[in-house]
């Protein structure tokens, strides 16, 4: 299986903290990808990153990839009460419509 | 809020019962999917039709059939579910096939079987 698998499963921080999840997965990708799902919402696309990429940042988000270790990891700088949500990373591997979902990291922002 | 649109919001259905769930996309996506997401747990896909047909289907029971009438409607069609089939039902939308597929969800339809 491809599944991602995040860590930690749950964060608690204080607003204007940073926090950082991650994600490791088991067999080659072609992109990872996270998701955000606020409670009882639908999943929103952040970032996607290319095997072939090794930073991406887009806004307040800071997105790396190991292939080497098979990892990721989501930087979320200067966190707002509005991102408390699950995220999710995301993998593709050889189906182009097979996305897998990890388990996800709950991210509580108090503010 | 979401471009993708999936009604009922909530649906309660008895074990014997018939309904179906809809899904509506016009963005222009000939990719469009069926994931299950129980509690604290992560997405699972169950379908995807490409182009109006069938691409993927992760083995799952036959009282979940799914409908693709066109390129903007996706329909999943319930008969005679199991309570631990209570789950919000998500459906997702894309581009076709490429190098760069990233979802595109609605907010899904929490289904309670009882």
């Known amino acids: 299986s491809q599944q991602g698998e995040e860590d930690p499963q749950a964060l608690s921080i204080q607003e204007g903290e940073n926090a950082t999840m991650n994600c490791s997965y088991k067999?080659?990708?072609?992109?990872l990808q996270w998701y955000r799902q606020n409670s009882g919402r639908g999943l929103v696309h952040l970032i996607l990153?290319?095997?072939?990429?090794r930073e991406k940042h887009s806004g307040r988000l800071r997105v790396t990839l190991d292939t080497s270790k098979k990892s990721s990891s989501l930087l979320i700088t200067a966190s707002r009460a509005a991102d408390t949500a699950s995220y999710f990373c995301a993998t593709r591997g050889g189906s182009n419509y097979k996305l897998t979902f990890g388990k996800g990291t709950l991210l509580t922002v108090n503010p | 809020d979401t471009e993708v649109t999936q009604t009922p919001k909530h649906l309660v259905m008895g074990m014997t019962n018939k309904k179906s769930l809809k899904c509506e996309q016009h963005?222009?996506?000939?990719?469009m999917y069926w994931y299950k997401q129980k509690a604290k747990k992560p997405p699972e896909l169950m379908f995807v039709?490409?182009?109006?047909?069938?691409?993927i289907n992760e083995s799952v029971p036959s009282r979940f059939s799914p409908e693709c009438p066109n390129s903007s409607l996706l329909n999943l069609h319930l008969h005679a579910l199991q309570p631990e089939d209570s789950a919000l039902y998500l459906c997702?939308?894309?581009?076709?096939?490429?190098?760069?597929?990233?979802?595109?969800f609605g907010n899904g339809t929490r289904l309670t079987v009882t």
């Open positions: 997702a939308s894309s581009h076709p096939a490429g190098d760069v597929v990233s979802l595109h």
């Open positions: 963005m222009g996506h000939r990719a």
């Open positions: 067999t080659s990708i072609n992109n």
């Open positions: 039709y490409s182009y109006e047909k069938l691409s």
């Open positions: 990153i290319r095997s072939n990429e």
